[in-house]
């Protein structure tokens, strides 16, 4: 595919943790993504109860809007911060546990149980950890995977995900040569190679 120079660009874990550390996060919204509000139905397909998979969740205040409606939620981040604050900006208490699959892994749980949130690497889950899903709501994870990571990143997300789930991907469209990412170039055609 046509990336142009973003494909031997790699951002480290260290450097999306000073993104959060430092503020500089204009990739999360406040408010709820117009494109998951249009297509809600496809992801539940009638479904209720859900299992949802939130890859590189930061503080996604969807979490809290689909877990409203009666979903479980599962999110991986690598920033901790990103994942106390997500709790403490809807006002919501949950505890902290280790994971002993995972070295230095840590999973905050609402205390109503119906949101989990992993701080770890995304390629530390397996379903073996976290189980598999339902739903997918990627609205920046693909587009922020180091470019050389996707096969991989494709591969985890086909294995966490049930028979019969959806996954709505949201990604960008631009020019790769005039911006190095992230958020990475994805065209179409290499969305359809890594998903199908």
Sequence with gaps: SDVGPQK???VT???WLQKWETGNIGFHKEQRHPLLQK???VLLNGRSGLRIFFPLCGKAVEMKWLADMGHSV???E???QALKDFFSEHSLPYFEEPVPEISGGKMFQSTSGNISLYCCSIYDLSSSIVGKFDGVWDRGAL?????RDRQRYATLMTNLMEKNSSCLLVT???DPNKHKGPPFYVPESEVKSLFG
């Design 39 to 41: 297509h809600l139905d």
């Design 8 to 10: 031997e660009r790699v």
């Design 78 to 80: 690598v920033s901790e």
């Design 13 to 15: 874990e260290e450097e």
């Design 74 to 76: 599962v999110g991986v």
């Design 172 to 174: 960008v469209s631009y």
């Design 143 to 147: 587009v922020a995977v180091n470019p």
